[in-house]
Protein backbone atom coordinates (compact mmCIF):
# COMPACT_ATOMS: atom_id res chain seq x y z
CA UNK A 1 0.00 0.00 0.00
CA UNK A 2 0.91 3.18 -0.83
CA UNK A 3 0.65 6.28 1.95
CA UNK A 4 -0.76 9.23 0.06
CA UNK A 5 0.11 12.69 1.42
CA UNK A 6 -2.55 14.82 2.83
CA UNK A 7 -3.22 18.43 3.55
CA UNK A 8 -3.26 19.37 7.00
CA UNK A 9 -6.79 18.88 8.59
CA UNK A 10 -8.95 22.24 9.07
CA UNK A 11 -9.23 23.11 13.04
CA UNK A 12 -12.28 25.59 12.60
CA UNK A 13 -15.67 24.14 12.24
CA UNK A 14 -15.84 26.82 8.94
CA UNK A 15 -12.86 25.40 6.98
CA UNK A 16 -13.87 22.09 8.00
CA UNK A 17 -17.62 22.12 6.65
CA UNK A 18 -16.38 23.02 3.45
CA UNK A 19 -13.41 20.22 3.39
CA UNK A 20 -16.66 17.53 4.34
CA UNK A 21 -19.07 19.22 1.96
CA UNK A 22 -16.04 18.79 -0.94
CA UNK A 23 -15.24 15.62 -0.32
CA UNK A 24 -15.35 12.59 -3.28
CA UNK A 25 -16.53 9.59 -1.81
CA UNK A 26 -16.52 5.97 -3.56
CA UNK A 27 -19.66 4.89 -4.95
CA UNK A 28 -21.47 3.01 -1.91
CA UNK A 29 -19.27 5.06 0.67
CA UNK A 30 -21.18 7.33 2.86
CA UNK A 31 -19.45 10.41 4.34
CA UNK A 32 -20.74 12.04 7.65
CA UNK A 33 -19.84 15.02 9.72
CA UNK A 34 -20.65 14.35 13.28
CA UNK A 35 -19.80 16.12 16.12
CA UNK A 36 -16.91 18.02 14.47
CA UNK A 37 -15.75 14.58 12.57
CA UNK A 38 -15.66 13.67 9.58
CA UNK A 39 -16.76 9.70 9.41
CA UNK A 40 -16.35 7.79 6.00
CA UNK A 41 -18.78 4.39 5.74
CA UNK A 42 -18.39 1.58 3.20
CA UNK A 43 -21.29 -0.41 2.26
CA UNK A 44 -23.84 -1.90 4.43
CA UNK A 45 -23.30 -5.98 4.71
CA UNK A 46 -26.68 -8.02 3.57
CA UNK A 47 -27.74 -8.68 7.05
CA UNK A 48 -27.52 -4.74 7.85
CA UNK A 49 -29.67 -4.51 4.69
CA UNK A 50 -32.55 -7.39 6.19
CA UNK A 51 -32.90 -5.40 9.08
CA UNK A 52 -33.46 -1.92 7.36
CA UNK A 53 -36.01 -3.87 4.27
CA UNK A 54 -38.23 -5.80 7.27
CA UNK A 55 -38.27 -2.92 9.44
CA UNK A 56 -39.14 -0.69 6.83
CA UNK A 57 -41.52 -2.35 5.25
CA UNK A 58 -43.22 -2.70 8.73
CA UNK A 59 -43.54 0.89 9.35
CA UNK A 60 -44.96 1.42 5.57
CA UNK A 61 -47.22 -0.80 6.81
CA UNK A 62 -48.82 -0.42 9.87
CA UNK A 63 -48.01 2.93 10.72
CA UNK A 64 -51.50 4.58 11.68
CA UNK A 65 -50.05 7.77 10.10
CA UNK A 66 -49.09 7.13 6.74
CA UNK A 67 -45.44 7.94 6.10
CA UNK A 68 -42.76 8.55 3.52
CA UNK A 69 -38.91 7.11 4.14
CA UNK A 70 -35.80 8.21 2.66
CA UNK A 71 -32.94 5.87 3.12
CA UNK A 72 -29.87 7.75 3.29
CA UNK A 73 -31.02 11.20 3.30
CA UNK A 74 -28.53 13.84 4.51
CA UNK A 75 -29.92 15.94 7.20
CA UNK A 76 -28.36 19.37 8.25
CA UNK A 77 -29.47 18.76 11.99
CA UNK A 78 -29.70 22.48 13.21
CA UNK A 79 -29.53 25.96 11.09
CA UNK A 80 -26.41 27.03 11.19
CA UNK A 81 -24.82 24.05 12.52
CA UNK A 82 -21.25 23.61 11.27
CA UNK A 83 -20.39 20.26 13.20
CA UNK A 84 -23.22 17.62 12.33
CA UNK A 85 -24.08 16.90 8.93
CA UNK A 86 -25.48 13.25 9.15
CA UNK A 87 -27.48 10.52 7.08
CA UNK A 88 -29.67 8.00 9.29
CA UNK A 89 -30.25 4.71 7.16
CA UNK A 90 -33.50 5.55 7.42
CA UNK A 91 -35.75 8.97 7.82
CA UNK A 92 -39.13 8.60 8.41
CA UNK A 93 -41.44 11.81 7.95
CA UNK A 94 -45.64 12.17 7.53
CA UNK A 95 -46.63 12.00 4.28
CA UNK A 96 -48.69 14.88 4.18
CA UNK A 97 -45.80 17.03 5.22
CA UNK A 98 -43.78 16.00 1.87
CA UNK A 99 -40.38 16.77 3.63
CA UNK A 100 -38.77 14.70 0.75
CA UNK A 101 -40.05 16.86 -2.26
CA UNK A 102 -37.31 19.21 -3.69
CA UNK A 103 -35.27 18.69 -0.65
CA UNK A 104 -31.66 19.36 -0.81
CA UNK A 105 -28.93 16.86 -0.34
CA UNK A 106 -28.77 18.01 3.31
CA UNK A 107 -32.06 19.25 4.52
CA UNK A 108 -32.87 20.52 7.93
CA UNK A 109 -34.61 17.95 10.13
CA UNK A 110 -37.88 19.92 11.06
CA UNK A 111 -40.73 17.87 9.88
CA UNK A 112 -38.67 14.18 10.51
CA UNK A 113 -40.83 12.13 13.30
CA UNK A 114 -38.19 9.13 13.49
CA UNK A 115 -34.39 8.35 12.30
CA UNK A 116 -33.27 4.56 12.30
CA UNK A 117 -30.19 3.07 12.49
CA UNK A 118 -28.82 -0.56 12.19
CA UNK A 119 -25.26 -0.49 13.79
CA UNK A 120 -22.46 -1.61 11.41
CA UNK A 121 -18.51 -1.55 11.59
CA UNK A 122 -18.31 1.37 14.07
CA UNK A 123 -21.68 1.01 16.42
CA UNK A 124 -20.29 3.44 18.90
CA UNK A 125 -21.26 6.21 16.84
CA UNK A 126 -24.89 4.66 16.70
CA UNK A 127 -25.15 4.47 20.09
CA UNK A 128 -23.60 8.05 21.38
CA UNK A 129 -22.58 10.07 18.94
CA UNK A 130 -25.98 10.22 16.65
CA UNK A 131 -27.95 9.42 19.28
CA UNK A 132 -26.86 13.14 20.54
CA UNK A 133 -27.01 14.74 17.15
CA UNK A 134 -30.80 13.47 16.65
CA UNK A 135 -31.71 15.07 20.33
CA UNK A 136 -29.84 17.72 20.09
CA UNK A 137 -32.16 18.14 16.80
CA UNK A 138 -35.11 17.68 18.53
CA UNK A 139 -36.03 14.61 16.47
CA UNK A 140 -38.79 13.31 18.55
CA UNK A 141 -37.65 9.47 18.09
CA UNK A 142 -34.63 7.48 17.39
CA UNK A 143 -34.87 4.06 16.74
CA UNK A 144 -31.41 1.99 17.00
CA UNK A 145 -31.04 -1.62 15.85
CA UNK A 146 -27.91 -2.76 18.15
CA UNK A 147 -26.56 -5.66 16.08
CA UNK A 148 -24.00 -7.06 18.32
CA UNK A 149 -26.05 -6.84 21.54
CA UNK A 150 -28.72 -8.25 19.31
CA UNK A 151 -31.63 -5.46 21.02
CA UNK A 152 -33.46 -2.60 19.77
CA UNK A 153 -33.94 0.33 21.59
CA UNK A 154 -36.37 3.42 20.79
CA UNK A 155 -35.59 6.76 22.67
CA UNK A 156 -38.29 9.28 22.91
CA UNK A 157 -38.53 12.63 24.27
CA UNK A 158 -35.13 14.92 23.33
CA UNK A 159 -33.74 17.08 25.87
CA UNK A 160 -30.31 18.83 25.01
CA UNK A 161 -28.06 16.38 24.06
CA UNK A 162 -29.43 13.09 24.76
CA UNK A 163 -33.31 11.51 25.08
CA UNK A 164 -35.10 11.29 28.13
CA UNK A 165 -36.85 8.39 27.40
CA UNK A 166 -36.10 5.28 26.42
CA UNK A 167 -37.16 1.52 25.38
CA UNK A 168 -35.06 -1.68 24.94
CA UNK A 169 -36.31 -4.94 23.59
CA UNK A 170 -34.25 -7.63 22.80
CA UNK A 171 -34.25 -9.07 19.00
CA UNK A 172 -37.27 -11.20 18.84
CA UNK A 173 -39.67 -9.27 21.20
CA UNK A 174 -41.85 -6.76 19.88
CA UNK A 175 -41.50 -3.13 20.57
CA UNK A 176 -44.45 -1.06 21.20
CA UNK A 177 -43.73 2.35 18.92
CA UNK A 178 -45.58 5.50 20.15
CA UNK A 179 -47.99 7.92 17.89
CA UNK A 180 -47.79 8.86 15.56
CA UNK A 181 -47.13 5.16 14.00
CA UNK A 182 -48.69 3.57 17.03
CA UNK A 183 -48.16 0.00 16.35
CA UNK A 184 -45.63 -2.82 17.75
CA UNK A 185 -42.56 -3.65 15.87
CA UNK A 186 -41.90 -7.20 15.83
CA UNK A 187 -38.62 -8.66 15.37
CA UNK A 188 -38.67 -12.56 15.61
CA UNK A 189 -37.41 -12.27 11.84
CA UNK A 190 -33.99 -11.21 13.26
CA UNK A 191 -33.27 -14.08 15.34
Not at 117 to 143: F, M, N, Q, W
Request: charged residues 25%.
Amino acid sequence: MTAMAHEPMATDHETLLDYFLALETPEGFRAELIEGEIIVTPPTDGNHERFFSRLTKQFLAKSATDMDVSGGKGLLLRPGDRKNHVIPDATFAPTELDLFLDAEPWMPSDGVALVMEVTSSKPEHDRIAKRRCYARAGIPLYLLVDRSKATITLFSDPSGDDYVGHNTAPLGKPLPLPAPFSFELETTDFL
